[in-house]
């Protein structure tokens, strides 16, 4: 049976949401799922979109919950319980307004480090040990609460360093799938 792998884009549901600083993990698995040359389609178990690759014999899973942000766990924990799919082989990805724009880290483990999406999915599936990828979208300027800063718009100027990062985190993905979790992060993080 061939491996199966999860790479969740954490972000919020609706169009008011779409291009939003809170949504880069959305944006991750869009661009992923375009590597693929995959599309999304309706998960009808849970609030999700998903698409469904394969490289090297390995299923790959694009999921975007459709859930809020903060209850992403339910969905991806369903997800993974559903396929069976162990939370070695799971990639989350979402924003991190303390990672300056264009930037991106790879993490095996640890807390959700105040990601609400990532806590809930820590508590769903009964552990730390998942991978996650952050996409920079900071610094927060002094005149922005953290709220509204994270549902702000990207400027024209900061358009191009957000896609540079997108494109590095594609390529940390694939890297996950296709040579495990140390080289994804050895390759991530060096940038």
């Given amino acids: 049976m061939a491996d199966i792998f999860l790479i969740a ?19 991750a698995a869009d ?30 899973y694009i999921l975007k919950p459709m859930a809020y942000m903060n209850l992403s766990g339910s969905v991806v924990s369903a997800f993974a319980n559903f396929y069976k799919i162990p939370p070695k082989n799971i990639l989350v990805i979402f924003d991190d307004m303390s990672l300056p724009l264009g930037a991106a880290r790879m993490r095996a483990s640890g807390s959700a480090g105040g990601q609400n999406g990532m806590k809930h999915i820590i508590e769903q599936l009964g552990t730390q040990d998942i991978a996650r990828l952050r996409i920079g979208i900071g610094p927060r300027p002094d005149y922005f609460d953290g709220r509204d800063f994270v549902l702000s718009r990207f400027s024209a100027a900061e358009k191009p360093l957000l896609e540079a990062a997108l494109e590095r985190v594609q390529k940390a993905a694939k890297d996950f799938v296709d040579a495990g979790l140390d080289i994804a992060m050895n390759n991530a993080n060096r940038q």
């Avoid at 972000?11 to 880069?24: C, I, L, V």
């Avoid at 590597?35 to 690759?53: C, I, L, Q, S």
């Fill in 31 to 60: 661009i992923i799922a375009a590597h693929f040359d995959v599309g999304f389609t309706p998960w009808a178990r849970a609030k999700a979109d998903y698409a469904k690759a394969e490289s090297g014999g390995k299923i790959i």
């Fill in 9 to 27: 884009g954490l972000g919020n549901p609706g169009k008011e949401y779409a291009a939003t600083r809170h949504n880069a993990g959305f944006m």
